[in-house]
């Protein structure tokens, strides 16, 4: 069993952890997340450090590891940022950006809008798009709804695919003679 919610969190130079009951929030360089923890963990400031303990005897150790995956996120994200990479592969397939929607062009008869969420930004260079912002998962689930607008096919490789998968090409029809 993982015990990771025993390890502490240093806090970041230019951030702060406020807890308010069952809010926490970190502010950072970069902006602001809050997260709402469960009422059976309990968030420990003390010494630059922030420690996940049990709020009763009865809380599960998972709630507590993720709970303290979540605070060091939040602290990564407001420090740092998250980024997620994508590319477009296929003949005819574009994306430009246009304010903070992306146009696709994917091989379907119509052009795809796609409209960035709120604290999520795109950038575009030929045929990868770039996705950031400050909250891990806002980032990942963006990233993964970009990726469903045309996911890559087995045969040829064409579609959206994140920087670095490596798709399983499928072997087509054979000419036989008979």
């Known amino acids: 069993m993982s015990r ?3 390890n502490p969190i240093i806090i970041p130079e230019k951030t702060e952890i406020k807890v308010d009951g069952q809010d ?3 502010k950072g360089p970069k902006g602001e997340l809050r997260l709402r923890v ?3 963990v309990a968030v420990i ?9 049990r709020a009763d005897e009865k809380t599960s150790d998972a709630m507590r590891g993720l709970t303290r ?14 980024v997620k990479n994508l590319e477009i592969e296929g003949i005819g397939y574009r994306v430009a ?5 992306l146009a696709f062009q994917l091989g379907f008869s119509h052009p795809v809008e796609f409209q960035a969420p709120p604290g999520i930004t795109f950038s575009v260079v030929k045929n990868a798009i770039s996705v950031s912002g400050i909250d891990k998962a806002l980032v990942g689930q963006t990233a993964a709804n970009i990726r469903k607008l045309k996911k890559p096919e087995p ?10 998968e490596v798709i399983r090409r499928k072997e087509g029809k054979k000419a036989g003679t008979v």
Do not use: P
């Open 38 to 40: 469960r009422s059976d």
């Open 24 to 26: 926490v929030v970190v």
């Open 4 to 6: 990771i919610d025993q």
């Open 69 to 82: 995956a979540l605070i060091a996120n939040m602290f990564s994200g407001v420090t740092e940022g998250f």
């Open 155 to 164: 045969y040829k490789g064409k579609g959206i695919r994140y920087q670095g």
């Open 97 to 101: 950006l246009a304010g903070d929607k």
């Open 45 to 53: 400031i003390e010494d630059g450090k922030v420690a996940i303990g």
